[in-house]
């Protein structure tokens, strides 16, 4: 079965600074579920953990949000735990890591640069796209299968 895909065009939502986009973040956050899973795409600097570090902030993570790009993963406790993994050393390899442990677990999963991850990301997750626009951040948001469908339904409209 094919996961549906939907995107959001001319949809984009800019964001004029770090704060707005963590205000956004901790917004989304507090619409988050066990076992979802979100894809965080863009170049470097684009605002992945920044984003990450507002999100955590709608599961009630007080904990200081770091960048996972040299351990792979970092595990959070909130509301619900937090599975922030960075995949772009293991790319090519995400035998190395057990991630049915993270995707199928009580908490949240964030992957950045999770489209690395191809056929083995799971049929229902939300790519969250983000990059450089002027001094800000532009974000777009595609949805592939139910449950990522209805999470962006509700960020988008409330």
């Known amino acids: 079965m094919t996961a549906k895909v939907r995107f959001w065009y001319n949809r984009a939502m800019y964001f004029q600074n770090e704060e ?8 989304f956050g507090g619409h988050l579920q066990a076992q979802d899973v979100i894809v ?14 507002g999100l955590a902030q709608g ?12 351990t792979i993963v970092r595990e959070y406790e ?12 293991i790319g090519d390899d995400p035998d190395s890591i057990d991630l ?3 995707l199928f677990g009580d908490g949240v999963t964030v992957i950045e640069w999770g489209r690395l991850l191809g056929e ?13 626009s002027g001094q800000g951040r532009e974000i777009s948001l595609s949805a ?12 988008q409209h409330g």
């Open 144 to 155: 592939h299968g139910e449950r990522a469908t209805t999470l962006m339904e509700v960020v």
């Open 20 to 27: 707005d986009l963590m205000a956004y973040g901790k917004n």
């Open 100 to 102: 049915d442990d993270f």
């Open 40 to 53: 965080l795409t863009g170049d470097l600097g684009a605002g992945k953990t920044t984003f990450t570090k």
């Open 59 to 70: 599961l009630g993570i007080v904990q200081m949000i770091k960048s996972p790009t040299y």
């Open 78 to 89: 909130g509301r619900l735990p937090l599975y922030h993994l960075d995949v772009y050393r």
């Open 120 to 132: 083995h990301l799971p049929e229902d997750y939300l790519e969250v796209s983000l990059k450089h």
